[in-house]
C-alpha cells in the first residue's frame, strides 16, 4: 500500500513509534501465549506484557554500585531507539518504508545489531558476575549468528538486484517466493531471528537457570523495562524483514499480519521443542552448518544469475517458450 | 618487569537465593570462561533441629514430624521410623498393611522421579517437557489423594501398621493411572534418549565411572546409573519386597543420560509392582498393637527412598520418648559426585549436573561438627543455644 506518511507521524505515531511500540506488546503476547499453550499451560492474559511495562516503570531504578551511571541509563535507551529508527526503513504493516535508499538494508541490520551490542556493555558495565557472563555469551552469540543472519537475508537481495527494502518487498511477490526458490535461506533467517532475540533454544546469554537473567540481572525499573520494549519491537521488525523477503512481500495491512503471524507461530513451535543449547554448541552450529549451507546458496545464486542469460533461451527454444 | 601473580579467581556463585535452586544451598564455582575448574558446596540453611526435636515428643509424636523431614519423599521417612519402633518392640506389622506401605512408598517414588524429569529437563532449558511431565505428575498424586486424602504427607503408617486401605474402586483408578503413565513414561523414554538438542546435554556430560561413584558412596540412582549395585528394596529386603520382589535397574555409563534412563526404567518396574501388590494384595488387619513405652535397645533401619538409601539410628531408653534419633538421608552421600564430577564441565552444565542427582536441600541439613586440629571445643546444649542467639543477632 503507497501511502506516504509525514515524517514526524511516521516518526512517533503509525506506523512507527507508538503504534509499533503497542503491536511489540501484542507480539510478544502472542508468543507467550502460543508458547504456552505448546507446553499445555494457559498462558498470560492479552493485557499482562502491556502490565509488565507498566509495572516496571512505576518501579524505583536500582542503580548498583560500580557501574558508569550515564552508560547504564542510557544503554536501554539508545538500543529502543535504534530498534524504532530502523522501523523507518521495513515496509512495516505493509505500508511502504518511509524513508528509502540503495543500501538500506544493511543500515537496518546495523540498527538491529544495536540491541545486542547494548546488552553486551549493559552487561560489561556493572560487577556483577552472571552479568558479566552474559554479556560475554551475548556477545559470542552475536558473532556466531550475525554473519548467516546477513547472508540469508542477501539471497534475495542479490536474486532482484537491488538492496533496497522497499524495492525487494515489491520485487518479493513477483513470480516465485523466496522461500521455495531460497529454502536454506529462509530456514537460516528465520532461526538467526531466533538467536537475534535470545529465544529458546538461543536463550544461553540469559539462561535463567544458570545465570539468573544473563545482562539484564542489575536491571530494574524503567531501564529493564526500555530493554524489554526494545525487544518486542525487535521481534516485530524482524519478523517483518523477513516475512517481506521470503514469503512474497506485502501489498496490504492484511498481508502484513497473516504472514508475520505464521512466522510467529513457527517460531514458538521451535521455540518448545528443543533442549537450550551451551554457548560453545551454538556457535558450532552457526559456523559449522548455518554458514556453509548459506554460502553455498549465495554461489548456487550467483552461479545461476550468470548463466542464466546463456541457458534461458536455449531452455526457452526447447519447450517453444 | 612487574612479578608474576596468580590470577584472579571468578567464581561464580549459585545459591543460597538463586532460580536454578529450589531449596536454599551455596556452590561456589571457580571458572576460566566457561569452564569449570573448581566446585566446593556449603550446606545447611535449612536445618531445623528436627533429630533435637524428636527427642522431647512422644514416639506416636514423632511419627508425624519425621514424615515432615522431606517434602517430597515424606513416606519413606515415616516408613523407616515406623519399621525401626516396631523392631524395638518386637513387633511386625500385618502382611496387607506391609503391601500397603510398599503400595504406597512405589507411589511416591513415581512422583518423585516424574518431579526430577520435569525438574532435571528445566534446569537444561527444555521447559516443554518440564511442564508435560509436570502435568502428567498430577495422575499419580491425584492417585495418593484418593487412597490417603494428602498430596504430600500421606500420613498412611501408624506404628504397628498403616491407617489406610485400598478398596477395590480405588484398585481400579490405580490401574488405570498405572496404564495412562506407562504409555507416557515409553514416550518420556523416547525424548531423553532420541531427542538431539537434548542429548547434546546429556550424553557424556557429568560421567562418573564405577570407580569413582563406589569410592565416593554414591547411592541411589545416581549410583546405579554408575553400575553400582545397590538397592535395599534388593539388598535388604523390607515390608513387602520380598513378596513382591523388585529388579535391580543399572547402567553402565554414568552420565546424565544414563540417570535419566535409569530413573525412567525404574518407573516402569513401579508401575509393575503397584500393578502386583494391587492384584494380589493379602487380606487381613491393618494394625497390630504397639506398647507405648519402647524397650531399651538400639536399632539401625534402613529404607530405599527415591533418592537412594535412607538410614535411621533409633535408641531407646525404654520410656515414651526416644533418647536419640538420626537420620542419614540419601542426598548427603551423593553430593561429592557433583562436586568432583563438575570438573572441567562448561558452567552450563552445572544446574544439570547439580539436579542429575536429584538433591534435596531441606532433609540433608543437619549440624555439622568440624572438627579442627588446633581449636576443639565442645559445646554442651546450653552453649549451643547462646552460640545460636548470638550468631543471629
Known amino acids: ?321 | 618487569m612487574e612479578p608474576k601473580t596468580a590470577p584472579e579467581k571468578f567464581i561464580v556463585p549459585i545459591g543460597p537465593q538463586h532460580p536454578a535452586l529450589k531449596e536454599p544451598g551455596h556452590f561456589e564455582f571457580t571458572v576460566e570462561g566457561e569452564v569449570v575448574t573448581n566446585a566446593t558446596a556449603r550446606l545447611g540453611f535449612v536445618h531445623r533441629g528436627m533429630e533435637k526435636g524428636a527427642e522431647n515428643r512422644t514416639w506416636i509424636q514423632d511419627l508425624y514430624l519425621m514424615e515432615r523431614v522431606c517434602g517430597i519423599c515424606s513416606h519413606v521417612h515415616a516408613l523407616a521410623f515406623a519399621l525401626g519402633v516396631e523392631k524395638l518392640a518386637g513387633v511386625q506389622a500385618p502382611p496387607r498393611a506391609q503391601a500397603i506401605r510398599e503400595l504406597v512408598s512405589e507411589l511416591e517414588r513415581i512422583h518423585s522421579h516424574l518431579l526430577w524429569l520435569g525438574v532435571a529437563a528445566h534446569e537444561g532449558g527444555f521447559d516443554t517437557l518440564f511442564m508435560f511431565s509436570w502435568r502428567d505428575r498430577e495422575t499419580v498424586m491425584d492417585l495418593l489423594e484418593t487412597i490417603s486424602g494428602n498430596r504430600v504427607n500421606y500420613s498412611a503408617n501408624v506404628l504397628g501398621g498403616v491407617k489406610i486401605d485400598i478398596s477395590e474402586k480405588q484398585a481400579d483408578a490405580i490401574r488405570k493411572g498405572m496404564d495412562f503413565l506407562e504409555e507416557r513414561t515409553k514416550h518420556y523414554l523416547k525424548v531423553v534418549t532420541e531427542d538431539e538438542t537434548f542429548l547434546g546435554r546429556t550424553r557424556n556430560i557429568g560421567v562418573m565411572t564405577f570407580e569413582q561413584a563406589d569410592f565416593l558412596g554414591a547411592i541411589g540412582p545416581t549410583g546405579r546409573a554408575s553400575g553400582v549395585k545397590r538397592d535395599v528394596r534388593v539388598d535388604s529386603p523390607y515390608t513387602a519386597y520380598n513378596d513382591f520382589p523388585v529388579k535391580l535397574v543399572t547402567h553402565t555409563h554414568g552420565d546424565l543420560e544414563a540417570r535419566f534412563i535409569v530413573r525412567i526404567q525404574e518407573l516402569y518396574e513401579s508401575y509393575r509392582l503397584v500393578r502386583e501388590l494391587v492384584d494380589k494384595m493379602p487380606t487381613g488387619d491393618l494394625t497390630v498393637r504397639v506398647p507405648r513405652r519402647i524397650p531399651e535397645g538400639e536399632v539401625i533401619s534402613r529404607v530405599e527412598a527415591p533418592r537412594g538409601e535412607l538410614l535411621y539410628f533409633l535408641k531407646s531408653n525404654g520410656s515414651d520418648t526416644p533418647e536419640r534419633v538420626k537420620v542419614r538421608t540419601p542426598s548427603l552421600c551423593n553430593w561429592s559426585s557433583v562436586l568432583v564430577t563438575a570438573v572441567g564441565h562448561n558452567l552450563a552444565d552445572m544446574p544439570m549436573i547439580l539436579a542429575g542427582i536429584d538433591p534435596c536441600f531441606s532433609c540433608n541439613d543437619r549440624i555439622v561438627t568440624v572438627n579442627r586440629k588446633t581449636d576443639s571445643t565442645q559445646m554442651d546444649w546450653e552453649d549451643l543455644r547462646q552460640y545460636g542467639i548470638e550468631y543471629y543477632k
Not at chain 1, 510478544?28 to 502490565?51: H, S, T
Not at chain 1, 509488565?52 to 558508569?68: H, Y
Not at chain 1, 518511509?98 to 558495565?125: H, R
Open chain 1, 1 to 321: 500500500m503507497n501511502i506516504n506518511f509525514p515524517p514526524l507521524v511516521a516518526l512517533l505515531l503509525f506506523p512507527g513509534g507508538a503504534f509499533l511500540l503497542f503491536s511489540g506488546l501484542v507480539f510478544e503476547y502472542i508468543d507467550r501465549k502460543l508458547v504456552a499453550r505448546f507446553q499445555n499451560r494457559y498462558g498470560p492474559r492479552w493485557f499482562q506484557p502491556l502490565a509488565d511495562v507498566v509495572k516496571l516503570l512505576a518501579k524505583e531504578e536500582i542503580i548498583p554500585t560500580g557501574v558508569v551511571k550515564s552508560l547504564f541509563v542510557a544503554l536501554p535507551v539508545i538500543a529502543l531507539t535504534a530498534a524504532l529508527t530502523s522501523a523507518l526503513y521495513v515496509p512495516l504493516f505493509g505500508f511502504k518504508p518511509v524513508f528509502s535508499f540503495q543500501g538500506d538494508l544493511i543500515v537496518t541490520l546495523y540498527l538491529l545489531s544495536m540491541m545486542t551490542l547494548c546488552i553486551g556493555l549493559a552487561g560489561a558495565n556493572t560487577e556483577d558476575r552472571f552479568s558479566l557472563i552474559g554479556a560475554t555469551r551475548a556477545l559470542t552469540q552475536l558473532f556466531s549468528y550475525e554473519a548467516p543472519f546477513l547472508l540469508a537475508l542477501l539471497g534475495p537481495a542479490i536474486a532482484l538486484h537491488t538492496w533496497n527494502i522497499g524495492e525487494i518487498n515489491a520485487g518479493a511477490g513477483n513470480g516465485l517466493w523466496f522461500i521455495i526458490a531460497q529454502p536454506i535461506g529462509f530456514v537460516v533467517a528465520l532461526v538467526g531471528l531466533m538467536g537475534k532475540l535470545e529465544l529458546p533454544p538461543f536463550d544461553a546469554p540469559e539462561a535463567e537457570t544458570e545465570i539468573v537473567a544473563g545482562a539484564f540481572t542489575e536491571y530494574s525499573g524503567r531501564g529493564f523495562a526500555i530493554f524489554k520494549i526494545g525487544r518486542d519491537v525487535e521481534l516485530v521488525i524482524g519478523l517483518t524483514l523477513v516475512a517481506s523477503f521470503y514469503l512474497g512481500g506485502f501489498n496490504s495491512p492484511l498481508d502484513f499480519l497473516w504472514k508475520t503471524l505464521l512466522l510467529l507461530f513457527v517460531t514458538a513451535a521451535l521455540q518448545s521443542m528443543f533442549a537450550r543449547l551451551r554457548i560453545d554448541q551454538t556457535v558450532g552450529m552457526w559456523w559449522r552448518v548455518g554458514v556453509l549451507m548459506v554460502l553455498l546458496q549465495l554461489v548456487v545464486i550467483i552461479i545461476g544469475q550468470q548463466f542464466a542469460p546463456v541457458v534461458q533461451p536455449a531452455l526457452q527454444s526447447l519447450f517453444g517458450g
